[in-house]
């Protein structure tokens, strides 16, 4: 294998170190998020289609939140009818902001979600190093696919 040139050597020597000094920003520096509400929004005629027997999917079965960060579960409902989320009825056009301030997991009965439950696990705020690389990438990864599904 012949030996790489001066010039490539250097341009590979600097990428691999921007690489590395990408990797450590990320498992060093403090966490921000631009909201510490998760949105999730019950839309308009969703009663209806399930009435008629649509098996509506708006609400996962699974809340994922993290303490100091994300920690503020935020339903909207855009539906004509209320809606129940544990022992609170949600009016039509109105929010319902529920912090968590325990690290937990949760379960809650939910009108509408098709199984009539939902859980909500609050995670700690990840620690510096590997799970807040973690933390960061599936961060990134849930705004990508929530922006892609913007577009469609």
Not at 27 to 38: C, F, G, H, I, K
Not at 96 to 118: I, N, V, W
Request: hydrophobic share 50%; with cysteine; charged share 20%.
């Amino acid at each position: 294998m012949a030996a790489l040139k001066p010039t490539r050597r250097r341009a590979l020597t600097l990428l691999l170190f921007a690489c590395v000094a990408a990797l450590a920003w990320a498992m060093l520096a403090p966490l921000t998020t631009a909201s510490r509400d998760e949105l999730f929004e019950i839309p308009k005629g969703t009663w209806k289609r399930r009435m008629a027997g649509d098996k509506v999917d708006i609400l996962p079965d699974v809340v994922h939140l993290t303490l100091g960060l994300n920690d503020t579960l935020l339903l909207r409902n855009l539906d004509d009818v209320p809606q129940i989320f544990g022992p609170v009825l949600i009016m039509p056009g109105q929010n319902f902001r529920l912090p968590f301030e325990k690290a937990s997991d949760y379960q809650f009965a939910c009108t509408a979600h098709a199984s009539g439950q939902m859980s909500v696990i609050v995670a700690p705020a990840p620690t510096v190093g590997l799970p807040r690389l973690q933390w960061r990438a599936a961060y990134f990864w849930k705004q990508a696919n929530n922006t892609l599904h913007r577009w469609i």
